[in-house]
């Protein structure tokens, strides 16, 4: 069995009848410069020193070295083996506050924008587990269920904004609780985490309650808390315009609430990280606790392993580069 890799790459051959025109047009322009300079007798018994076959085999060589170079940039492959691939991983939702406080700029370039920069970064470096996305303030939303599609993951990750939930607050209890009935719905499997990212303001839905039942169900929980603990104002803003958000004509003020996240991560044997209006890289949370930790078998697939072949047709080409070289124009004298 043969095929071709990378199959798009075949648009190159549009390269063989440009250089053939050119090859030609070379030819027309050289005869025509030099009848320009020297006589018409002279230019005849000169031609008669010069192999036709000769120059056309040269061309020819040339074209062929191209059409193999395109080969192999098409990267040929051969001989496929079936081998039985079995991936490991650990199943991972992503938990994000959506609420208006999640709009502050106490860090750049707001408290949302820095948790999807925080989840792409960890996102980038998985390897077999699978990833979920939920957002959630007054209300919850599955964006994403669990997928091994990193790039779709990405592309819902980048267009979450404050409208996707249609109730204002911040309801961490009942976006933990959503985790573990519609995304972790299979209650065997022990290889789960949450990374939930907020800045922890919660009265209303029981936070801890909700981290107490999904620690018996085996679900760790890793907190991140995003942040000003002094306060800062939430911005709005439309079409360059800038405003305070404000209630009873009184700028609201948010603060990071650590203490709850911090007890969310202790119940549930996670790790809380205080972010605050710093810098952190999550990706260490994932390589120092998530990906050191067991992983169940996810299911197998047959891939064919095959055989890379560019070398000889890379090969080819080098070789008749040279013999068009080597050859020259000149008939050969006896």
Same mark, same amino acid.
């Given at each position: ?6 199959? @798009? ?33 002279? !230019?005849?018994?000169? &031609?008669?020193?010069? *192999? ?6 040269? *061309?020819?060589?040339?074209?062929? &070295? ?20 079995? &991936?490991?991983?650990? +199943?991972?939702?992503?938990?994000? %506050? ?6 502050? $700029? ?6 949302? =924008? ?6 792409? %970064? ?6 077999? @587990? ?10 919850t939303a599955i964006k994403c269920p ?16 404050? +409208? #996707? ?8 209890? #009942? ?12 209650? %065997? ?7 939930? !990212?907020? #800045? ?11 981290? $107490?039942s999904a620690a018996k169900l085996g ?14 104002? !939430?911005?709005?803003? @439309?079409?360059?315009?800038?405003? /305070? /958000?404000?209630? +009873? ?9 650590? &203490? ?6 202790? !119940? ?9 209006? =710093?810098?952190? @890289? ?11 930790? $067991? ?40």
């Amino acid at each position: 069995m043969f095929q071709f890799a990378y199959f @798009d790459s075949l648009f190159w051959l549009l390269i063989l009848p440009l250089a053939l025109m050119l090859m030609v047009y070379g030819g027309f322009k050289r005869k025509k410069t030099l009848e320009s300079f020297i006589q018409s007798g002279l !230019i005849n018994s000169m &031609s008669r020193e010069f *192999s036709n076959p000769k120059l056309w085999l040269r *061309s020819s060589l040339l074209l062929i &070295s191209i059409l193999f170079l395109v080969l192999t940039l098409m990267r040929p492959q051969g001989n496929p083996v079936s081998k039985t691939v079995q &991936s490991k991983g650990r +199943d991972l939702v992503f938990v994000i %506050d959506v609420s208006r406080s999640m709009l502050a $700029e106490d860090l750049k370039p707001n408290r949302l =924008g820095r948790a999807q920069q925080l989840v792409t %970064d960890v996102v980038d470096i998985l390897e077999g @587990d699978r990833v979920g996305l939920l957002v959630f303030a007054g209300a919850t939303a599955i964006k994403c269920p669990l997928t091994l599609d990193y790039n779709y993951f990405k592309n819902i990750l980048s267009r979450i904004d404050p +409208d #996707d939930v249609n109730r204002g607050g911040t309801h961490i209890g #009942d976006a933990i609780r959503m985790v573990s009935e519609k995304l972790f719905y299979d209650k %065997d499997n022990r290889f789960r985490d949450i990374i939930l !990212i907020t #800045d922890g303001e919660d009265h209303k839905s029981f936070p801890i309650e909700a981290a $107490e039942s999904a620690a018996k169900l085996g679900i760790r929980i890793h907190t991140v808390g995003l942040g000003d603990p002094d306060g800062s104002n !939430i911005p709005l803003r @439309d079409n360059n315009s800038y405003t /305070l /958000l404000k209630l +009873d004509d009184r700028v609201v003020t948010t603060k990071l609430d650590e &203490s709850t996240l911090v007890k969310i991560a202790e !119940i549930t044997q996670g790790v809380f990280i205080p972010v605050r209006t =710093g810098l952190v @890289d999550l990706g260490e949370l994932y390589r120092s606790t998530i990906a050191i930790s $067991e992983k169940r078998e996810m299911e197998s697939k047959e891939n064919k392993i095959w055989q890379e072949l560019f070398q000889f047709f890379l090969g080819f080409a080098i070789l008749a580069l040279m013999a068009e070289g080597l050859l020259g124009e000149r008939k050969i004298s006896i």
